[in-house]
């Protein structure tokens, strides 16, 4: 440390013997230098082990395009207006590439240096074993990628290699994306995680107590079940991420089951928190960040979002999304509900519509998200080309013992886990957001957005509110500390 005693006395004996400039440039110096070392120490307790080495040089799997030296030096993002420069205006196929510089380039180029490379070097057999196994819930699909990022964030701060496993019918999320950085998608014995399967001893949700198999509760294995936990997961904004929940850090394999986001509460980690704000992370980017690092739609998602992706991609249009939940029920009764019972989800789109159009904007586009297929057509029927939907298909749970039985076959859940996800991208192309209060599915549309870092989402009753119509003024949207509460979380 600069400022003791000897420091003092050199600064007095130099006072009387050199000029007053020079003592001012030495001073400013050494508190410069203080302040760098207090702040690499800082990053040393941190951040997990892979981060503090230094990254190898760039490898087959670099992200074209993207500077690293560029990315060290980027400023926090400004806010900013939504009209499009003319390097914004780009085709549709680069609205998923993940070189493209937004507030999450910093983040995921050192990741990509660091996790990534620990991430392949754990697989690879180079480190020792640490893996951290994220049994894929039988849960709606927002559920289940809001639970993986939550998981992404414990695995990056204790150098665990993460890997998604998917059991029975449920979805494998190979089936809907690619992985661009690391590889996640891995297969274990069911007998070591059938305790951690949401259905167990043949009841969904059982509560009671769930016992690994004898043989296999050696040190080598950990386990943490989070579904449906609403309080366990706020340690995730307190505790040291090695020494949380139930979770012995020396076990090689950890196997955790979540559909809960705490995402955003790690932002207020003492320990891991500061580290993320200093790869320009936020409340707004959080979960967009982690996701996009993780997934990228692979071809077979990508065409079923094409009939609607050249207008959603428009950046000269102002594109509202709108997502209508009726409830689980359309999948167990039959579907007769009317878009006229849901009208002010559409007034509220007016007046998004009436308040934020300019000048510069070549048309306006309604992106209609529903599990009810007559709201759809209704709908398209009313509000015309404005209104771009699906009219063909009914919607289709993806955890189908409990929604749609009929149709537990695995290509009728591959099909319909890629029809959910393409429709998670097609909101997230939305600039603003009208969404059902009770659900995650349009939240996670909206958490993915990247347009703009202000708040941008509306949070509607499905019943027509007895107070009267809810207004949509742009000061009205929900902020992104509430929206991360609410449901599911993120």
Same mark, same amino acid.
């Given at each position: 440390?600069?400022?003791?005693?000897?420091?003092?006395?050199?600064?007095?004996?130099? +006072?009387?013997?050199?000029?007053?400039?020079?003592?001012? $440039?030495? $001073? $400013?110096?050494?508190?410069?230098?203080?302040?760098?070392?207090?702040?690499?120490? &800082?990053?040393?307790?941190?951040?997990?082990?892979?981060?503090?080495?230094?990254?190898?040089?760039? &490898?087959?799997? =670099? *992200?074209?395009? !993207?500077?690293?030296?560029?990315?060290?030096?980027?400023?926090?993002?400004? @806010?900013? =207006?939504?009209?499009?420069?003319?390097?914004?205006?780009?085709?549709?196929?680069?609205?998923?590439?993940?070189?493209?510089?937004?507030?999450? =380039?910093?983040?995921?180029?050192?990741?990509?240096?660091?996790?990534? !490379?620990?991430?392949?070097?754990?697989?690879?057999?180079?480190?020792?074993?640490?893996?951290? !196994?994220?049994?894929?819930?039988?849960?709606?699909?927002?559920?289940?990628?809001?639970?993986?990022?939550?998981?992404?964030?414990?695995? #990056?701060? *204790?150098?665990?290699? #993460?890997?998604?496993?998917?059991?029975?019918?449920?979805?494998?999320?190979?089936?809907?994306?690619?992985?661009?950085?690391?590889?996640?998608? +891995?297969?274990?014995?069911?007998?070591?995680?059938?305790?951690?399967?949401?259905?167990?001893?043949?009841?969904?949700?059982?509560?009671?107590?769930?016992?690994?198999?004898?043989?296999?509760?050696?040190?080598?294995?950990?386990?943490?079940?989070?579904?449906?936990?609403? *309080?366990?997961?706020?340690?995730?904004?307190?505790?040291?991420?090695?020494?949380?929940?139930?979770?012995?850090?020396?076990?090689?394999?950890?196997?955790?089951?979540?559909?809960?986001?705490?995402?955003?509460?790690?932002?207020?980690?003492?320990?891991?928190?500061?580290?993320?704000?200093?790869?320009?992370?936020?409340?707004?980017?959080? +979960?967009?960040?982690?996701?996009?690092? #993780?997934?990228?739609?692979?071809?077979? &998602?990508?065409? @079923?979002?094409?009939?609607?992706?050249?207008?959603?991609?428009?950046?000269?249009?102002?594109?509202?999304?709108?997502?209508?939940?009726?409830?689980?029920?359309?999948?167990?009764?039959?579907?007769?509900? %009317?878009?006229?019972?849901?009208? %002010?989800?559409?007034?509220?789109?007016?007046?998004?519509?009436?308040?934020? #159009?300019?000048?510069?904007?070549?048309?306006? $586009?309604?992106?209609?998200?529903?599990?009810?297929?007559?709201?759809?057509?209704?709908? @398209?029927?009313?509000?015309?080309?404005?209104?771009?939907?699906?009219?063909?298909?009914?919607?289709? %749970?993806?955890?189908?013992?409990? %929604?749609?039985?009929?149709?537990?076959?695995?290509?009728?859940?591959?099909?319909?886990?890629?029809?959910?996800?393409?429709?998670?991208?097609?909101?997230?192309?939305?600039?603003?957001?009208?969404?059902?209060? &009770?659900?995650?599915?349009?939240?996670?549309?909206?958490?993915?957005?990247?347009?703009?870092?202000?708040?941008?989402?509306?949070?509607?009753?499905?019943?027509?509110?007895?107070?009267? !119509?809810?207004?949509?003024?742009?000061?009205?949207?929900?902020?992104?500390?509430?929206?991360?509460?609410?449901?599911?979380?993120?």
């Amino acid at each position: 440390h600069f400022f003791d005693f000897s420091f003092l006395s050199f600064f007095s004996r130099m +006072a009387r013997t050199v000029p007053t400039a020079v003592l001012a $440039v030495v $001073v $400013v110096v050494a508190i410069i230098s203080h302040m760098q070392y207090q702040r690499k120490e &800082t990053e040393r307790d941190e951040l997990p082990p892979a981060v503090l080495q230094r990254p190898p040089p760039p &490898t087959a799997t =670099s *992200t074209p395009g !993207v500077s690293g030296t560029a990315l060290a030096s980027s400023p926090r993002p400004q @806010k900013e =207006s939504l009209r499009p420069s003319k390097q914004k205006n780009q085709s549709t196929p680069s609205v998923f590439d993940i070189s493209a510089m937004d507030s999450c =380039s910093r983040a995921i180029e050192t990741w990509r240096k660091s996790y990534a !490379v620990l991430h392949e070097e754990i697989l690879s057999g180079v480190r020792r074993k640490r893996f951290a !196994v994220a049994i894929i819930p039988e849960a709606g699909t927002a559920d289940q990628l809001t639970g993986a990022l939550t998981l992404f964030y414990y695995a #990056l701060f *204790t150098g665990r290699a #993460l890997q998604f496993v998917s059991y029975g019918v449920t979805p494998h999320f190979e089936m809907a994306f690619d992985s661009p950085f690391i590889r996640w998608a +891995a297969s274990y014995p069911e007998e070591l995680y059938e305790h951690m399967k949401v259905t167990y001893k043949g009841i969904f949700g059982f509560i009671g107590k769930r016992v690994p198999t004898q043989n296999k509760t050696s040190g080598a294995y950990t386990y943490w079940y989070l579904f449906n936990n609403d *309080t366990a997961p706020d340690d995730f904004g307190r505790r040291n991420f090695r020494k949380i929940g139930p979770l012995n850090d020396s076990a090689p394999y950890a196997f955790l089951t979540c559909n809960r986001g705490r995402s955003y509460m790690i932002l207020g980690n003492p320990r891991h928190g500061p580290a993320l704000q200093r790869l320009g992370l936020r409340a707004e980017n959080l +979960a967009r960040c982690a996701f996009r690092f #993780l997934f990228k739609p692979n071809a077979p &998602t990508i065409s @079923k979002m094409q009939p609607f992706l050249s207008s959603m991609a428009d950046r000269l249009a102002l594109r509202i999304g709108i997502q209508i939940r009726v409830g689980d029920v359309v999948f167990i009764k039959k579907d007769e509900f %009317h878009a006229r019972e849901y009208a %002010h989800f559409f007034y509220c789109a007016s007046q998004i519509e009436k308040d934020r #159009l300019e000048s510069w904007h070549t048309k306006v $586009v309604w992106y209609l998200a529903s599990d009810s297929l007559s709201i759809r057509r209704e709908a @398209k029927a009313f509000y015309g080309d404005k209104l771009i939907t699906n009219t063909l298909s009914p919607a289709v %749970h993806v955890e189908c013992a409990s %929604h749609n039985a009929t149709t537990c076959k695995s290509g009728f859940v591959r099909e319909a886990f890629r029809s959910a996800v393409a429709e998670l991208y097609l909101l997230s192309l939305a600039q603003y957001h009208v969404l059902t209060d &009770t659900g995650g599915f349009g939240q996670m549309g909206a958490w993915l957005s990247g347009e703009t870092d202000h708040p941008h989402t509306y949070l509607l009753r499905r019943d027509w509110p007895s107070e009267g !119509v809810q207004s949509c003024a742009p000061d009205r949207a929900v902020p992104f500390n509430k929206l991360s509460l609410v449901w599911s979380g993120k």
